[in-house]
C-alpha cells in the first residue's frame, strides 16, 4: 500500500490510504480501466494528460462505465447511455440521476496511486 496523506473534509483532517494501481505506462491517453483500490472497484482514465479516479460503478443500472466509451471527460455507460464527467462524477446526461464517487489519485515515481476510499461531496 501506498503512504497515507491527511486531506481536511471540512473543519476536519482525515488520513487518506492510497493503494498502486499500475503504472503510468499502462495505461495510455483516452483510455480506462477498472481497478481495484482498498474494498472499491475505481475507474481511471488518462485525459489530455490527466489523472481522474471514479467509481466504476453506473448509478443507473449497476454496469460497469470502464466497458463503456470514454468521449474526452465524458465516459457513457454501455448498458443504457448514461453520462459522468470523469473529473466530478457529475451525471452529464439521464437516464443517471445520482452522480459518481470520485477518488483522489496522484502519480508518484511513473506509479498510479488511487484513494481507498471516494472523495466526501460537498
Known amino acids: 500500500m501506498a ?3 491527511a486531506r ?3 473543519s476536519e483532517e482525515r488520513v487518506v490510504q492510497f493503494v498502486c494501481v499500475g503504472r503510468v505506462g499502462d495505461l495510455g491517453p483516452g483510455e480506462m480501466k477498472a481497478v481495484k483500490a482498498g474494498r472499491h472497484i475505481v475507474g481511471i ?5 490527466g489523472w481522474y479516479a471514479f467509481d466504476d460503478t453506473c448509478t443507473h443500472e449497476e ?3 470502464t466497458e463503456g466509451e470514454l ?3 465524458i465516459v457513457e455507460c454501455p448498458l443504457h447511455g448514461a453520462t459522468f464527467d470523469v ?3 457529475s451525471v452529464e446526461s439521464f437516464p ?3 452522480p459518481l464517487p470520485t477518488y483522489d489519485i496522484r502519480i508518484v515515481d511513473g506509479e498510479i496511486h488511487v484513494a481507498t476510499e471516494p472523495r466526501e461531496r460537498l
Open 87 to 89: 473529473r466530478t462524477g
Open 8 to 10: 481536511r473534509v471540512g
Open 96 to 98: 443517471a440521476t445520482i
Open 63 to 65: 454496469a460497469s462505465l
Open 71 to 73: 468521449y474526452d471527460f
Open 45 to 49: 482514465a488518462n485525459v489530455e494528460g
Open 3 to 5: 503512504p497515507a496523506v
